[in-house]
């Protein structure tokens, strides 16, 4: 059964608004995680290449060689910072229609999916993230790859939490 | 009892369609090999052995294609179309009414000739997962698609627990169907005329390239006869490369109309109730059908031949489970105005075109589409003026037409929004126009560049389930008030996105 057809004009000041959401924050053990993960990266890096150049054969310019390494302590410190102030840019929310995750310093991006349009959701752990007591909520949606969310740095227990809410959110839509 | 509630095999002429379609494959395979046999005709003696070879695998194919056939059935049980078949090793597939997307036909010549149809049952699963029955008499394909779309649309709506009138039904059913486009042959070579023929230019070059590719790995030597030719070509000079292109240019002319009269031949589309009915074709007739519910986006665009003949190309963008591909998503050339405003019309209803205005985007969009292209063009010129490039000087062509291109694309991109609909317009030498309604969004994102951070705008970017649309470069305030006005439009519609 169709409802009445209604068309009553929307004063576009009382729509629920996101701007002063507030965001529940990651986990700190993903800032952890966050910043070792760059750290070990970029040292293997360097030490690859400060003990393999020995075995490359051919001469590798001198110019390449002093610029190399201040680029890779640049690119070292550069992402430690960035996974350090990215993680107080990073944030999920939910209301009662919908689930928001934001993220990214310099790129920034807000996504929000309506309860109503997810198809299902899951809890993964990596066996790395599984050490740092982490693991992330992976929401998708009819919309494909790029229109799934996958909010990440959460504690297990919280994460299988909003997943039980998701769904019991999903079924209450579908009843309705 | 109801029809195919027994085991039924396919028409007897399946034979020939799996026999044929295997001949295909082989054909397929083997085709490299053949020509260098067939030009190379010094070693005669192993022409015999590749004409044995070929006969051997050609009887052997078909010998199987006829056990096949014998051991391939299908019925219906409990609302699922099943299917039995495999010679050495048996399969059983289950195919749930409610899982089936769309029913469709498709007759090539020799389907045509004989009087049968190939019937594609498309589901909603993961990629691949559709199932075809290769030919059918035309009375028992279209009685299985009534049974499978009339038995779909019972299970539907039980499913949904709400009281349905039989009678509604029924009277969907009987509704005439209307014709809403027919392609004369006139009008179907206007549109072979306005095709993109830079596009089917390119099919050439990648389909040559891959013959060429082919030949090249049984051992054909193309690279000496290049470097032969291109030798030639600059002592010939400007007067041969202007042929060349001339030719080229002939050659993908054609190619695009011939594809376009093959491919549209005699382009009907019929309305019944909320569906569509596309047929066309010349060697091969399809028929593809599209309900109101599954599309998602209608976009119509033209290009500059296009615009002489006022036609517009459509396209009914469907639903997928995975990423949009060609067949979800169904292209009607040829379309004029009016016809367009139809298809809108009966897919939102009058009311949801009602007070729409377009808005322009920040003039920002301008400024930075223009700033990298006009540094690539820069340096490029640079580049090719240091090496002392004859090219130098046609380079400079491309900054004049970066800053044109960037600024007729800040011209062109629009959006509009109103209580019921989004509609997107961009485009350079042609205008590309969606269209879909607020409540099939599955999501919304708001994201911005640094630039943008800077300068507070933001993009929106609106996910559908086949595709999105991207409202870029507005005002970051504005970009706030559209997410939420959109959100607040999807969760407050109570109607499935599908």
């Not at chain 1, 040292?43 to 890779?72: D, M, N, R, S």
């Amino acid at each position: 059964m169709q409802a009445p057809f209604q068309n009553t004009q929307i004063d576009l000041d009382d729509i629920p608004s996101q701007v002063e959401l507030h965001y529940s924050r990651m986990e700190k053990s993903y800032l952890t995680y966050g910043i070792l993960f760059s750290f070990i990266f970029w040292v293997a890096v360097i030490l690859i290449l400060f003990f393999g150049k020995g075995f490359v054969e051919f001469a590798i310019p001198q110019v390449i060689e002093y610029l190399l390494w201040p680029v890779l302590i640049f690119l070292l410190i550069g992402t430690m910072g960035y996974s350090y102030f990215s993680f107080f840019k990073e944030g999920y929310a939910l209301r009662q229609k919908d689930i928001v995750y934001k993220h990214g310093l310099f790129w920034r991006s807000i996504a929000t999916i309506p309860f109503s349009r997810i198809q299902h959701c899951e809890v993964k752990e990596g066996p790395i993230q599984r050490l740092f007591g982490l693991a992330s909520l992976h929401i998708y949606t009819a919309g494909g790859n790029s229109s799934d969310i996958d909010i990440p740095g959460l504690n297990p227990e919280r994460a299988n939490e909003l997943k039980q809410f998701v769904l019991t959110k999903i079924k209450s839509e579908e009843e309705e | 009892m109801e029809e195919f509630s027994e085991p039924t095999r396919q028409s007897i002429f399946a034979i020939i369609m799996i026999i044929q379609k295997r001949i295909g494959i082989i054909i397929r395979q083997i085709w490299p090999i053949a020509i260098v046999f067939l030009i190379g005709g010094n070693a005669s003696g192993r022409k015999g052995h590749l004409l044995i070879g070929t006969i051997v695998l050609t009887v052997f194919s078909a010998i199987w294609s006829v056990i096949s056939y014998f051991k391939y059935y299908f019925y219906i049980q409990n609302d699922e179309l099943i299917i039995e078949k495999g010679v050495l090793s048996k399969t059983k597939l289950n195919i749930p009414f409610d899982r089936i997307q769309s029913v469709n036909f498709q007759q090539n010549v020799i389907h045509q000739v004989l009087q049968v149809i190939k019937v594609e049952i498309d589901t909603a699963g993961s990629a691949g997962s559709e199932f075809a029955l290769d030919a059918l008499s035309v009375e028992k394909a279209n009685r299985l698609r009534d049974i499978i779309l009339t038995r779909k649309a019972e299970v539907a709506e039980d499913k949904s627990e709400t009281l349905i009138d039989r009678e509604e039904v029924q009277h969907v059913i009987e509704e005439p169907e209307e014709q809403i486009l027919k392609l004369s042959i006139s009008d179907l070579i206007k549109v072979g005329i306005s095709q993109n023929h830079i596009r089917s230019g390119f099919f050439i070059f990648f389909a040559g390239g891959w013959i060429m590719s082919q030949l090249n790995e049984v051992g054909f030597d193309f690279e000496s006869q290049y470097e032969a030719y291109f030798e030639n070509a600059i002592t010939m000079g400007l007067v041969a490369t202007l042929i060349i292109v001339l030719f080229f240019t002939l050659v993908s002319f054609s190619v695009s109309l011939i594809r376009t009269i093959f491919a549209h031949f005699d382009l009907q589309v019929w309305r019944r109730g909320d569906k569509y009915r596309i047929i066309r074709g010349l060697f091969t007739r399809k028929e593809t059908s599209a309900v109101d519910q599954k599309i998602q986006i209608i976009e119509w665009a033209d290009n500059p031949l296009k615009r002489i003949f006022k036609y517009f190309d459509v396209r009914l963008k469907q639903a997928s489970s995975t990423a949009v591909n060609a067949k979800q998503s169904i292209l009607i050339p040829g379309c004029q105005l009016g016809q367009i405003d139809q298809l809108k019309l009966n897919w939102l209803g009058d009311k949801a075109l009602e007070n729409i205005e377009n808005h322009s985007v920040s003039i920002h969009y301008f400024y930075r589409r223009i700033l990298y292209r006009v540094l690539f063009s820069i340096l490029l010129s640079a580049f090719l003026f240091f090496i002392q490039s004859w090219i130098f000087w046609p380079s400079l062509l491309l900054l004049p037409y970066f800053i044109l291109t960037s600024w007729v694309s800040y011209q062109k991109i629009s959006y509009a929004v109103n209580h019921a609909v989004l509609h997107t317009t961009r485009g350079i030498f042609g205008n590309w126009n969606s269209i879909m309604p607020l409540y099939k969004i599955q999501s919304v994102v708001l994201d911005q560049s640094p630039y943008q951070v800077r300068r507070e705008l933001a993009n929106v970017t609106v996910m559908t389930a086949s595709g999105k649309l991207k409202i870029p470069y507005v005002e970051l305030a504005l970009a706030h008030q559209l997410k939420d006005y959109l959100l607040y439009r999807i969760e407050s519609d109570p109607r499935d996105w599908m």
